[in-house]
């Protein structure tokens, strides 16, 4: 299944062949009811107990990576492939619900298949499943290189940090490159933008920094302004640019200070754009809220792991990654852990990458677990 999914990736919202497959793999190989919904589905085992259901979940969507390994089940779609282990998630989660099919469960478990964790916008959509069918916990997993293969990895609190993507564009007027005071070039205007961007950062993080002094706090709350991308013009030699843009990643520890490192750079680009003359634009996408594990739900992984024998490591510093699970954070207890790939594996989102097939029993044994721990 794993391999199937891999040679038949689906970009984030374009997810339904998944859907399709995973459906048919469920209703075919499993005693669990399956509900298709629009681009994702979900799969109950009913429990034995009146108790709070619980919820395990995988995430579905591929990465616009070109596969470059010579797998024998190589992605089949050009320019994408599974380069963040999605395929393997999904694949776990099918295992447990095999597994789930003949365990009899104190708590009714629903099976979340999640599309469009890339873009930050699928568990937005499905976690109103938590409040629907009054579920009071959740749980997920991430493989992760850099760790031991099959060790369960874990971080008290806050485990992934808040991020968005923020696009600012200025519109000019061209003009002949020969003639550029008779056109309106926002080229200075950008490069003012970038520059002011970095000052900010560090200005935030020396803010961030004196906070820390006065709490008396060991460390400093992680803040980053990232440059993703700078285009002025058409870079046609004759044609004096008309149209600027710059695109920018902010993350940050809290969502809060995200938000206001957007509300400043936002303030200095809209001022600077009236000053000059410009038409000012501004989209923000891939956001992605903090993700904070809730301590009662990290103690029930711990314990999970420990009794399967699975070697356990705290993860002292957050992985840098944004995860859009956190959105179900919001609305009950749970938490995301993770499981190592190996100390030496590639890194995820590279062309090098694959996911690991030996952690797939690791994770289907800490999801059934989870699903059949004592309340």
Same mark, same amino acid.
Request: hydrophobic share 35%.
């Given at each position: 299944?794993?391999h ?32 298709r ?10 429990g034995?107990?009146?108790a709070?259901?619980i ?12 596969e ?9 779609t ?5 380069k963040c ?10 295992? @447990? ?6 365990l ?18 699928g568990a ?7 409040e ?24 008290k &609190? ?10 600012i564009?200025?519109?000019?007027r ?29 200005e935030?993080? &020396? ?14 709350e ?12 058409t870079?046609?030699?004759g ?14 520890e ?14 200095? @680009? ?24 809730h301590d ?7 314990k999970c ?21 956190g ?22 989102h590279?062309a ?10 690791t ?13």
């Amino acid at each position: 299944m794993r391999h199937l999914l891999h040679s038949r990736p689906d970009l984030s919202l374009q997810e339904d062949p998944t859907v399709d497959r995973l459906v048919k793999f469920l209703t075919s190989n499993t005693s669990l009811e399956v509900v298709r919904k629009d681009g994702w589905l979900y799969a109950v085992k009913y429990g034995t107990t009146d108790a709070p259901p619980i919820a395990l979940r995988a995430d579905m969507d591929a990465l616009p990576i070109d596969e470059r390994l010579d797998l024998p089940y190589r992605s089949q779609t050009p320019g994408v492939s599974h380069k963040c282990g999605h395929d393997g998630h999904c694949a776990a989660l099918c295992g @447990a619900a095999i597994e789930l099919s003949s365990l009899r469960v104190p708590r009714t478990t629903y099976l979340i298949f999640q599309p469009a964790e890339e873009i930050g916008l699928g568990a937005k959509h499905c976690a109103k499943l938590i409040e629907e069918k009054g579920i009071e916990e959740i749980y997920a997993f991430h493989n992760l290189s850099g760790y031991p293969e099959g060790q369960i990895v874990y971080r008290k &609190g806050l485990t992934q940090p808040a991020s968005e993507g923020l696009m600012i564009k200025l519109h000019g007027r061209h003009s002949h490159a020969s003639a550029p005071e008779e056109g309106l070039n926002p080229a200075s205007a950008v490069a003012k933008i970038a520059l002011y961007s970095q000052n900010l950062l560090q200005e935030m993080q &020396g803010e961030l920094a004196r906070k820390a002094l006065e709490d008396g706090s060991d460390g400093v709350e992680m803040i980053l302004c990232t440059i993703v991308g700078m285009k002025v013009g058409t870079g046609d030699f004759g044609i004096s640019a008309g149209v600027g843009e710059i695109r920018l990643t902010l993350r940050a520890e809290d969502e809060s200070v995200m938000k206001r490192m957007e509300e400043r750079l936002l303030r200095y @680009a809209q001022s600077l754009a009236e000053k000059e003359g410009l038409r000012f634009e501004c989209a923000i996408s891939d956001y992605f809220p903090e993700t904070r594990n809730h301590d009662s739900a990290l103690q029930k992984v711990y314990k999970c792991a420990q009794n399967r024998g699975f070697e356990t490591c705290e993860m002292q510093d957050l992985w840098r990654a944004s995860e859009d699970f956190g959105y179900y954070l919001k609305k009950c207890e749970g938490a995301m852990f993770y499981i190592g790939n190996g100390e030496s594996y590639p890194a995820l989102h590279t062309a090098e990458y694959d996911f690991n097939d030996r952690i797939l029993d690791t994770a289907v044994d800490m999801f059934v677990s989870l699903a059949a721990s004592e309340l």
